[in-house]
């Protein structure tokens, strides 16, 4: 399988449920980005990981946690969430070159999450 | 700080007509830019970026879009939709950290093109 895959793509959970959502990248790329794209509303970048580091959480409540165990997956989970957080989520891979410089950054699918 | 402007939020255009989508951004010095499309339930697809170089960029699916740096513009151009083109487009900007090591991608609001055959 090629570029960036999300499972699942759908979801439903209440606000008591614990869920995970997963990013896998076959690109050979270090960084990886988790993205909210809700309606009306425009991308928001959630997190980003460099080198399995994470380097920017931006504000994002705690009831998301994010992981990347490796440069290849990265995960979201998910525990007491809203429904103001129901939103397409999208993950993207890019590679990183140096400081000062910059890579296309290529996107998932998403997961689209629905909290009842 | 830096921004993306996409004007229009919804654009529709007869199959066969030519399509120009426009988008502003504010970065205080030279920008990469993007455009990405996203169809209805998917990820965002790049069209094209422009890095450096010649200010005409040809991107996939015919698509092109001029750079032009006095204007702070980098619109998106196709001479004959498609109604397959029918999706929402979105210009972003990619700021550069000269610290960290990563970059971040500033998206405009979107704008959503319908296609009448």
């Known amino acids: 399988e090629t570029g960036v895959t999300q499972t699942p793509r759908h979801l439903v959970m209440g606000m008591t449920n614990k869920k995970s959502l997963k990013c896998e990248q076959h690109l050979g790329h270090n960084a990886m980005y988790w993205y909210k794209q809700s309606a009306k509303k425009p991308l928001e970048l959630m997190f980003v990981?460099?080198?399995?580091?994470?380097?920017e959480n931006n504000s994002v409540p705690s009831r998301f946690s994010p992981e990347c165990p490796n440069s290849s997956h990265l995960f979201l989970h998910l525990h007491t969430l809203q429904p103001e957080d129901s939103a397409l989520y999208l993950c993207?891979?890019?590679?990183?070159?140096?400081?000062?410089?910059?890579?296309?950054?290529?996107f998932g699918p998403g997961t689209r999450l629905t909290v009842l | 700080a830096q921004s993306v402007t996409q004007p229009d939020i919804h654009i529709t255009v007869s199959e066969g007509a030519s399509l120009e989508l426009r988008c502003n951004y504010s970065y205080g010095a030279t920008p990469y830019l993007f455009w990405y499309v996203q169809s209805p339930g998917q990820g965002l697809q790049l069209l094209l970026k422009?890095?450096?170089?010649?200010?005409l960029v040809q991107g996939i699916k015919g698509f092109e879009a001029e750079f032009k740096r006095s204007q702070s513009s980098f619109n998106l151009r196709k001479p004959s939709v498609h109604w397959s083109d029918a999706a929402e487009y979105f210009c972003a900007v990619g700021a550069v950290t000269f610290s960290g090591g990563y970059n971040k991608l500033i998206f405009g609001a979107g704008t959503r093109l319908a296609v009448h055959p």
């Open positions: 422009y890095f450096s170089g010649d200010t």
């Open positions: 990981y460099s080198l399995e580091e994470r380097v």
């Open positions: 993207a891979s890019s590679q990183e070159i140096i400081a000062g410089e910059l890579d296309t950054q290529y």
